[in-house]
């Protein structure tokens, strides 16, 4: 896929969406007009509150596993 701003092409693999708005962050913010530069932002939320959920899950499911080693020790 090629960048929408600059001649950058990037790979079309599984982080594709993710390397893509890296590149935009830190290359084109910028230049983005004003409906791209909300739709960046709006992304941007997501991702950190998709990667704090990801963080608390995780957490919780560790000490679930920790909760159920120990239940199953008596
Ligand atoms: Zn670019």
Known sequence: MKCKYCE???LD???LVL???HHIEINHYDSLDDEDKMMHDIRKKFLKSK???EFKKKNI???DLIF???NSEI
């Open 8 to 10: 950058k092409i990037l």
């Open 13 to 15: 693999d599984t982080d």
């Open 19 to 21: 390397n893509y708005f």
């Open 51 to 53: 990667k704090d959920y």
């Open 61 to 63: 499911g560790d000490s």
């Open 68 to 70: 159920n080693t120990k």
